[in-house]
């Protein structure tokens, strides 16, 4: 979990269209919002872990689109938490094989629920660890959704991911779930921390992100393991 502060961007930083996928060894990322879909991004292939951090809340999805619009030109498109919900239900519900997990703050727990609900998607559990803020460690929900019902958390997995924060949270909360050679899917992959763990872990990873500045970092980071 990042803390996100506005600052100015180079020229160089500021991504200039919706590319296509692109392939960085193994690994394969995409500039893209997620309310349009996934492109090429998955190439006919289902992910075995779609993990995802998405921005959080209405008012951040405001915060993100203004950022976007001053990063890439892209215009200020408002959105319903809701109505974006239901775009990342659907991506993960077409794209996931496996098992579903969703990092979200604490308000906005019903709003996910309601979602996984209207997807028609088999809810499994919620673990509440905790990451790292400005003021300290805060709580974060994390919601467990699986495709496939031989593939679901064993009772001991909640309270181990619930006793974590930050990266070593992730970690516990993918291992069980781990295919090597297999494909962790983050639609707003951002600078790319789901990326480490599927490097850490043997998987492929494939990201899409809105913002080109942001996935250019994680391009870099997936280049220097490709
Ligand atoms: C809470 S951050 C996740 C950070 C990420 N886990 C990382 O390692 O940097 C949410 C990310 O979602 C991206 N985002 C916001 N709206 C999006 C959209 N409509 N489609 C795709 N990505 C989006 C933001 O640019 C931001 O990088």
Same mark, same amino acid.
């Given at each position: 979990?990042?803390?996100?502060?506005?600052?100015?961007?180079?020229?160089?930083?500021?991504?200039?269209?919706?590319?296509?996928?692109?392939?960085?060894?193994?690994?394969?990322?995409?500039?893209?919002?997620?309310?349009?879909?996934? $492109? %090429?991004?998955? #190439?006919?292939?289902? =992910?075995?872990?779609? &993990?995802?951090?998405?921005?959080? !809340?209405? /008012?951040? *999805?405001?915060?993100?689109?203004?950022?976007?619009?001053?990063?890439?030109?892209?215009?200020?498109?408002?959105?319903?938490?809701?109505?974006?919900?239901?775009?990342?239900?659907?991506?993960?519900?077409?794209?996931?094989?496996?098992?579903?997990?969703?990092?979200?703050?604490?308000?906005?727990?019903?709003?996910?629920?309601?979602? $996984? %609900?209207?997807? #028609?998607?088999?809810? =499994?559990?919620?673990? &509440?660890?905790?990451?790292?803020? !400005?003021? /300290?460690? *805060?709580?974060?929900?994390?919601?467990?959704?699986?495709?496939?019902?031989?593939?679901?958390?064993?009772?001991?997995?909640?309270?181990?991911?619930?006793?974590?924060?930050?990266?070593?949270?992730?970690?516990?909360?993918?291992?069980?779930?781990?295919?090597?050679?297999?494909?962790?899917?983050?639609?707003?992959?951002?600078?790319?921390?789901?990326?480490?763990?599927?490097?850490?872990?043997?998987?492929?990873?494939?990201?899409?992100?809105?913002?080109?500045?942001? *996935?250019?970092?994680?391009?870099?980071?997936?280049?220097?393991?490709?």
């Amino acid at each position: 979990m990042e803390e996100y502060t506005s600052r100015s961007y180079t020229e160089e930083e500021k991504g200039t269209s919706m590319s296509n996928a692109v392939q960085v060894g193994g690994h394969r990322v995409r500039c893209g919002n997620l309310t349009e879909g996934l $492109g %090429d991004l998955m #190439g006919g292939e289902k =992910c075995d872990i779609f &993990y995802t951090d998405p921005p959080w !809340g209405q /008012g951040k *999805l405001k915060y993100f689109h203004t950022m976007q619009s001053a990063l890439d030109g892209v215009q200020d498109s408002p959105l319903s938490l809701p109505d974006f919900l239901d775009c990342l239900f659907g991506l993960a519900v077409a794209n996931c094989k496996g098992i579903i997990i969703i990092e979200y703050g604490e308000k906005w727990e019903q709003n996910i629920r309601d979602a $996984g %609900d209207r997807a #028609g998607v088999q809810f =499994c559990g919620m673990a &509440y660890p905790t990451y790292r803020g !400005g003021k /300290g460690l *805060l709580p974060m929900h994390l919601h467990v959704y699986t495709m496939d019902p031989d593939v679901q958390p064993d009772p001991d997995y909640y309270g181990r991911v619930t006793d974590s924060h930050d990266y070593e949270m992730t970690r516990r909360a993918i291992a069980p779930f781990v295919v090597p050679g297999g494909i962790i899917l983050d639609v707003c992959c951002g600078f790319g921390n789901t990326a480490k763990m599927a490097l850490k872990s043997g998987m492929r990873f494939y990201g899409q992100e809105l913002t080109q500045a942001r *996935l250019d970092r994680a391009v870099k980071l997936l280049g220097r393991h490709a």
